[in-house]
T-cell receptor
């Protein structure tokens, strides 16, 4: 049972344009969401997070949007840079539960 | 910032032998450590959660006698894959949670590529 889903396994975006990565979840208990970036043969690197009391969080080029009613979140990267090419995972948790549930990942390729 | 060191980065072992993977939090005390496994092009699957000084909690379907986890101190957790078989070949990643300066967030190690031949 995949509680966190990333339906796009891959995405290609032109350098300088906006990259939008999507994530859907099914468990209503999730109230904390995170995005990670991962290169091959490396551990994930934290990018940005959002709690369910917010619907938007920004950090530099990265913005995460949360739509609780739709159980959907998205990560916007603007402008996209070649170094952004990696696999992006969304993850979810809830207060009192330390476990993270990861999505299946989206491979983002930035085209120069 | 918080750093988690994971060793070795890659290991090749013969079928039937055991392999130990170490995960250390370098600049903070990790109250909780997590072990994940990732198959090619798939998600990170949580194997177990360990708290310092207590037994690990394993996820459903993970054999605790095969994947031994020891969290002997607040900065070190080890995963031992016992009697390894080729199907145990995978990418193993640890994560540590703790550290006031890290806002008690999650920090991941760099992963270990295990190949059983």
């Amino acid at each position: 049972d995949q509680q966190v889903k990333q339906n796009s396994p891959s995405l290609s975006v032109q350098e300088g344009r906006i990259s939008i990565l999507n994530c859907d979840y099914t468990n209503s208990m999730f109230d904390y969401f995170l995005w990670y970036k991962k290169y091959p043969a490396e551990g994930p690197t934290f990018l940005i997070s959002i709690s369910s009391i917010k619907d938007k969080n920004e950090d530099g080029r990265f913005t995460v949007f949360l739509n609780k009613s739709a159980k959907h979140l998205s990560l916007h990267i603007v402008p996209s840079q070649p170094g952004d090419s990696a696999v992006y995972f969304c993850a979810a948790s809830w207060f009192g539960n330390e476990k993270l549930t990861f999505g299946t990942g989206t491979r983002l390729t930035i085209i120069p | 910032g918080a750093v988690v060191s994971q060793h070795p980065s890659r290991v090749i072992c013969k079928s039937g032998t055991s392999v130990k993977i170490e995960c250390r939090s370098l600049d903070f005390q990790a109250t909780t450590m997590f072990w994940y496994r990732q198959f090619p092009k798939q998600s990170l699957m949580l194997m177990a959660t360990s708290n310092e000084g207590s037994k690990a909690t394993y996820e459903q379907g993970v054999e605790k006698d095969k994947f031994l986890i020891n969290h002997a101190s607040l900065t070190l957790s080890t995963l031992t894959v016992t009697s390894a078989h080729p199907e145990d070949s995978s990418f193993y990643i640890c994560s540590a949670r703790g550290g006031q300066n890290n806002n008690y967030g999650y920090t991941f190690g760099s992963g270990t590529r295990l190949t059983v031949v």
